[in-house]
């Protein structure tokens, strides 16, 4: 039996499930003025902006019915039609539950009956805007199965695509109890469920090699929606066992994965343990949190590089390389985050939550615009671009037109008749149950506290958190008199009384300046102050002119402009890293500091140190190089010596791929026939026993040159290369190298080069008799050296 549904927060839970505390509708929040309700209303402009009729194209044209008009571009034609239009529908569920706007709810109701259209010409319960996926479902049903990373039997990871939809349709009965998209939600698992009866579980586990998103969490969600057990047995069906198991062991195996591929399966093993009690998976989802949030994730609270987990030991590439931290991956780790906190009121989750969202979820949106982030760079002296709203149309911009209607999700919870308080976010709040009507007011962070103003009177207890990182005793106010407080041991102040229509209580947050370095014994450092962390504004070339919005093109979404050689960026120079206190607060109003006297060079010493969330269109600091007087000058050199000839080599490259990575494989239209793909010494690569392919830009027709790089180990391997249809050149791999990493160039004809289709080279590599083609670790097209 259903306990209870709760609209507007994506958890339902079923009467056995142990909670901590539960968490209120959306709709039960309202954001007051601030940063998060500015972004609030800009994602509101940028979604009701979008084509609906674009979006939906994908759908109805697969269900052979004729669009309205023509889909959108980029992601959204060129194998992952319709992926934007599942989050679409999340978003305008999300919007109407924050806002209660009726233009929101019509658009809502638009779009849920274009699809139930579709869905009723597929006439077997499918939606999707998966291309051609007819032979794709009929393949799956027979049980002819070809996995791998991003490709399943050919197609661009389709159950990542569906789960858009699916998840789109529930939330849509979830958020604004909408009986149309529950009946649509039904029908479409149930067509997932009759597919899915034709495999044994040894296919399935075949079949999720590829990237399938949050499809056991749906399931779950399912389950808890009708109390039917066939979803819960797909939800635990639609769990990798591979990742799974080491994770209810303790180990971590992370390193090479792409990071966001792993998240949502975890928030699916929690949220399945969570419904059947399967402690051992709840065991897992905590230990995978504890792994990525203390060891894995940087200042911002995000991860990855390239989108894949590196070696927790060496962050050396977060900082060399400008593919930082992924939005989505943050958005997912904060699913997680609020699951568990809804089962254990510990406060490293609520401190981590508070971290990814000030610092990473509210900076990934132009202001201006409303234009979305993919990467984060750390790389000192770079910068972020952002999506236009008729052009980007990248996951990062799916879960990005959800981000920033979700800031109401986790300000408050409550269990039996007490009140948490998490975060210091402007807002009111009704809670209908306990009919209680709150206030919160506050300019945090660039106040350092907060105050509550009840409605009406109210018998509870209200549990104020007093952060790990607040510097000094906890200091409360009930109608202006100090009272004697004391924070329990997950760090709440509880205050228990009957209150009064009008009482006020007030809570200083006393916050202090301090350094973080980048994990893994790095010298590189972030600068907090509190839970944000500081950034300031650069202009390292004279003059320059940066695009900062992306373009409709596959890797529109990398900020590939120059690279700022590292030994030429401002350093923190002190005797120590204890140097907190010549970081000094410069305006009264506003986070606004200076740190003069320990940041060199010369012409850097007067940089303005900011919030990172309102840095924007501009090159930034994040983590600063930190060195003492006596070590600069070695330091620099070093730095100098190691980047010289990779900047050169960016400098000459027209375009790369990372074989065996996920998203630079699928931007380059990877194809192949007995291909595989894994990670060797923390470095992908890609091989075949029959071939594979890649397209690769060359649009000023500037490709002289095709770099290939090896593993010594791969000896006696041969293949051909093919550019453009014609072989460039026969390749026998030797031991002669040893076990070590190398690089080849090939010189390119002019008359191949002259066979390239509209500045688009068709690069394959071909096995040879009783062979592998392969392991290819990187690829590169160089213009003139």
Known sequence: MIRKLVLGIGLLWLSHTVQAVEYFALDEVRLTESPFKQAQEKNLEYVMTLSPDRLLAPYLREAGLTPRTASYGNWENTGLDGHIGGHYVTSLSLAYAATGRADVKARLEYVLSELERAQKANGNGYLGGVPDSDKLWQEIARGELRADLFALNGYWVPWYNLHKIFAGLRDAYVYTGSEQARRMMLAWADWAAA?????????????????????????????????????????????????????????????????????????????????????????????????????????????????????????????????????????????????????????????????ALYNHILSSQDPHTGGLVYFTPMRPNHYRVYSQTHQGMWCCVGSGIENHFKYGEFIYAHQGNELYVNLYI??????????????????????????????????????????????????????????????????????????????????????????????????????LYGPIVLSAETSPFKDEVLNYYADASRMGHIADAERCPIDQAPMLVASSPDFAEQIQRIDDHQLRFKASGVIQPVEYQNLELIPFFRVHRSRYMLYWPYSTPENIGALRENRAREEVAQLALEAVTIDKVAPGEQQPESDHFFQGSESEAGVHLGRHWRHAHDWFSYQLNDPQAQARFLQITYFGGDAGRHFFIELNGDVLAQVRLSAERGPEFYSVEYVIPPEILAKADKGKHLLKFVAGEKSIAGGIYGVRLLSDH
Not at 437 to 459: M, N, Y
Not at 503 to 522: C, F, I, N, W, Y
Request: glycine share 6%; net charge negative; aromatic share 10%.
């Open 426 to 527: 402007p807002s009111t709040l009704h809670w209908r149950e306990q009919g209680v009507r709150l206030s919160q007011t506050t300019h945090f962070p660039d106040e350092s506290g907060t105050s509550f103003s009840f409605e009406q009177a109210a018998d509870i207890t209200l549990k104020l958190r007093y952060p790990q990182w607040a510097a000094g005793e906890p200091q409360v106010q009930v109608n202006g008199k100090a009272i004697k407080v004391e924070v329990d041991a997950d760090g709440y102040i509880a205050l228990d009384r009957h209150w009064k229509k009008g009482d006020q209580v007030a809570l200083a947050l006393p916050m202090q300046t301090h350094l973080e370095a980048l994990p893994g014994g790095s010298d590189f450092y972030a600068i």
């Open 195 to 355: 597919l899915m009866s034709h495999l044994s579980d040894e296919q399935i586990q075949q079949m999720l090699t590829t990237e399938y998103g949050g499809m056991n969490e749906t399931f779950a969600d399912v389950y808890a929606l009708t109390g039917d057990q066939k979803y819960l047995t797909l939800a635990e069906q639609f769990s990798q066992r591979k990742l799974l198991e080491p994770l209810v062991k303790g180990r971590d195996e992370l390193t090479g994965l792409h990071a966001n591929t792993q998240i949502p399966k975890v928030v699916g093993f929690e949220r399945i343990a969570q419904l059947s009690n399967q402690e051992d998976w709840h065991r897992a989802a905590e230990y995978f949190w504890r792994t990525v949030v203390n060891e894995r994730s940087v200042a911002i609270g995000g991860n990855s590089v390239r989108e894949h987990f590196h070696d927790k030991a060496d962050f050396d590439p977060m900082i060399e390389e400008i593919e930082g931290p992924e939005t989505c991956n943050t958005y997912n780790m904060l699913k997680l985050t609020k699951l568990l906190y809804g089962r254990r009121t510990a406060p490293e989750y609520v401190n981590y939550y508070e971290r």
